[in-house]
């Protein structure tokens, strides 16, 4: 029916893909992004749009 798609406001920062109902955020760098996530209408309900923002930090230091 309505089909999923993402995006990522800074791809260099984060990317964004979907597969099926599943929605794959990976982190490439510091920095932060918004992940938009949109459902077209479909025969039965209303799409819709929604964000989440992420944060990508400095990995930490693991030892000596």
């Not at 479909?42 to 000596?64: C, K, M, W």
């Amino acid at each position: 029916d309505g089909a999923v798609s993402v995006a990522s406001s800074a791809e260099a920062v984060a990317t964004a893909s979907v597969e099926g109902t599943t929605v794959t955020v990976v982190p490439l760098t510091e920095g932060s992004a918004t992940i938009t996530v949109t459902l077209a209408d479909g025969t039965l309900y209303t799409g819709g749009t929604d964000t989440i923002s992420v944060t990508v930090a400095a990995p930490e230091n693991e030892g000596g």
